[in-house]
């Protein structure tokens, strides 16, 4: 009798792939990808990287496309709640049912390469067969567009095997210490992903990350578009759910465009989807201003100032490195009036979790801490013993929970009707928060 291969049985092949350690290696997803017969160059490509902003830019950028009616795969990590909502079509994630399917087909391939030379003494890791996945399914259904987000850095990514003929790059700042000391150093492997004569969308960046980036695209032979510049946020003004703003791209200006978002971040990443969509159509003069304000209207970015509960208000937040941080704080300070903030913050070993906590600290009235649902997570007494150390002499009460559940129900337990909980510090703990309040199939 023929095994047939389930979802279950695919998530535990990825799972047993999870890397030890990252290295900087393109031979594998190369190999995988030629034996698949590069489905990835089958169709064109927005390709995004930076720091912060990535996933919220990937979702906005396949929401215009939408609205026009032009059908983009999209990819981007990680995920919350399911490994299925990294695969995208239409906005729509991977079913089930496909994921299972189309990793049946990948596994002997992916089997091959791991006996290989190319793996150089490593497995194809979860995040490469993964991206393979993609790779293959946008080339099936088939799309008209590919829009991708790195996972990592950029040059050794291995998402960076697309055609890219547009590259966004978001604000660069420090956040995986692999990646670079710097954003100078950060920018370099960022910059990996500007490919001959593509389009780089370019936030604003700081002198020496911008010097960085100029410098590959000039050898690159590419076209830089500037926020600020060439395409840049004119007018902004909050409003209920959300902001509205006025966006201008090179001669085209759309007013009245609501973004169901919080934050002046997000209208940053709004300013580069425009520009990413300007770059990929070739301008936008054909474009009505209505289609664009659908576009908008239409956008969905769970975990990023996400309210998931009323009475107390619940928050969900993913920023997880300081400069995402001090934009979350800014964007609760303008945009909610609460009386008291619980903060629940749990972040991962590697990040700088004083740096992130320190972003809060003029904002709660009580913390709690816990370990986020991953082996990466930071410890318990690190977590505490940093939290203290932030909110001494404040007056601040911090305490700790071992579980989500659990810091949920103290953090619930001690805010009232007027105030509010904001769990943050991970991308991992906002979507175990998220399972807790609107939970959905693996």
Same mark, same amino acid.
């Given at each position: 009798?023929?095994?047939?291969?389930?979802?279950?049985?695919?998530? %535990?092949?990825?799972?047993?792939?999870?890397?030890?350690?990252?290295?900087?290696?393109?031979?594998?997803?190369?190999?995988?990808?030629?034996?698949?017969?590069?489905?990835?160059?089958?169709?064109?490509?927005?390709? !995004?990287?930076?720091?912060?902003?990535?996933?919220?830019?990937?979702?906005?950028?396949?929401?215009?496309?939408?609205?026009?009616?032009?059908?983009?795969?999209?990819?981007?990590?990680?995920?919350?709640?399911?490994?299925?909502?990294? !695969? %995208?079509?239409?906005?729509?994630?991977?079913?089930?049912?496909?994921?299972?399917?189309?990793?049946?087909?990948?596994?002997?391939?992916?089997?091959?390469?791991?006996?290989?030379?190319?793996?150089?003494?490593?497995?194809?890791?979860?995040?490469?067969?993964?991206?393979?996945?993609?790779?293959?399914?946008?080339?099936?259904?088939?799309?008209?567009?590919?829009?991708?987000?790195?996972?990592?850095?950029?040059?050794?990514?291995?998402?960076?095997?697309?055609?890219?003929?547009?590259?966004?790059?978001?604000?660069?700042?420090?956040?995986?210490?692999?990646?670079?000391?710097?954003?100078?150093?950060?920018?370099?492997?960022?910059?990996?992903? !500007?490919?001959?004569?593509?389009?780089?969308?370019?936030?604003?960046?700081?002198?020496?990350?911008?010097?960085?980036?100029?410098? %590959?695209?000039?050898?690159?032979?590419?076209?830089?578009? *500037?926020?600020?510049?060439?395409?840049?946020?004119?007018?902004?003004?909050?409003?209920?759910?959300?902001?509205?703003?006025?966006?201008?791209?090179?001669?085209?200006?759309?007013?009245?465009?609501?973004?169901?978002?919080?934050?002046?971040?997000?209208?940053?990443?709004?300013?580069?989807?425009? @520009?990413?969509?300007?770059?990929?159509?070739? @301008?936008?003069?054909?474009?009505?201003?209505?289609?664009?304000?659908? @576009?908008?209207?239409?956008?969905?970015?769970?975990?990023?100032?996400?309210?998931?509960?009323?009475?107390?208000?619940?928050?969900?937040?993913?920023?997880?490195?300081?400069? @995402?941080?001090?934009?979350?704080?800014?964007?609760?300070?303008?945009?909610?009036?609460?009386?008291?903030?619980?903060?629940?913050?749990?972040?991962?070993?590697?990040?700088?979790?004083?740096? !992130?906590?320190?972003?809060?600290?003029?904002?709660?009235?009580?913390?709690?801490?816990?370990?986020?649902?991953?082996? *990466?997570?930071?410890?318990?007494?690190?977590?505490?013993?940093?939290?203290?150390?932030?909110?001494?002499?404040?007056?601040?009460?911090?305490? %700790?929970?071992?579980?989500?559940?659990?810091?949920?129900?103290?953090?619930?337990?001690?805010?009232?009707?007027?105030?509010?909980?904001?769990?943050?510090?991970?991308?991992?703990?906002?979507?175990?928060?998220?399972?807790?309040?609107?939970?959905?199939?693996?």
């Amino acid at each position: 009798m023929t095994h047939v291969v389930t979802y279950d049985d695919a998530l %535990r092949d990825l799972e047993s792939r999870v890397p030890s350690r990252m290295v900087p290696d393109l031979r594998r997803i190369t190999a995988l990808a030629d034996l698949l017969g590069n489905p990835q160059r089958g169709y064109p490509s927005i390709h !995004i990287t930076g720091t912060n902003g990535k996933t919220s830019v990937a979702r906005m950028v396949t929401a215009l496309l939408g609205a026009l009616r032009i059908r983009a795969g999209t990819y981007t990590s990680p995920h919350l709640q399911s490994v299925r909502e990294r !695969i %995208r079509v239409a906005g729509q994630p991977i079913s089930q049912e496909d994921f299972a399917q189309v990793h049946a087909g990948l596994a002997p391939l992916a089997a091959i390469v791991d006996g290989s030379q190319e793996a150089h003494s490593e497995r194809v890791t979860y995040f490469e067969v993964l991206t393979a996945m993609a790779y293959w399914w946008f080339a099936d259904h088939p799309v008209d567009v590919g829009v991708f987000e790195v996972g990592m850095g950029g040059t050794w990514d291995a998402t960076n095997l697309v055609r890219g003929e547009v590259a966004v790059v978001t604000p660069v700042a420090v956040d995986h210490p692999e990646l670079g000391a710097t954003p100078a150093e950060v920018a370099v492997e960022k910059a990996g992903i !500007i490919k001959s004569e593509a389009t780089v969308v370019l936030a604003e960046q700081s002198p020496d990350v911008l010097a960085v980036i100029e410098a %590959r695209a000039a050898r690159e032979h590419a076209r830089v578009v *500037r926020a600020g510049a060439e395409v840049a946020l004119e007018e902004r003004h909050l409003a209920v759910g959300g902001q509205v703003l006025t966006l201008r791209a090179g001669t085209r200006t759309y007013t009245d465009v609501f973004v169901p978002l919080h934050g002046a971040h997000q209208a940053d990443n709004a300013v580069l989807a425009l @520009g990413a969509l300007s770059a990929f159509l070739g @301008g936008l003069e054909a474009v009505d201003d209505q289609v664009v304000r659908e @576009g908008f209207a239409a956008i969905e970015v769970p975990g990023r100032l996400e309210v998931v509960h009323r009475d107390p208000t619940v928050l969900l937040d993913g920023a997880h490195n300081p400069a @995402g941080a001090v934009r979350t704080a800014e964007a609760i300070e303008e945009a909610f009036d609460f009386r008291d903030l619980i903060m629940v913050v749990g972040c991962l070993a590697d990040k700088d979790v004083a740096g !992130i906590l320190r972003a809060f600290r003029a904002l709660p009235s009580h913390v709690v801490v816990t370990r986020p649902p991953s082996p *990466r997570a930071a410890a318990l007494d690190r977590l505490e013993s940093t939290a203290r150390q932030v909110w001494s002499g404040t007056g601040v009460a911090v305490e %700790r929970a071992g579980a989500v559940e659990e810091a949920l129900d103290k953090a619930i337990g001690v805010a009232g009707r007027l105030d509010a909980v904001v769990v943050t510090g991970s991308l991992y703990l906002v979507g175990a928060a998220r399972q807790c309040y609107l939970p959905v199939d693996p």
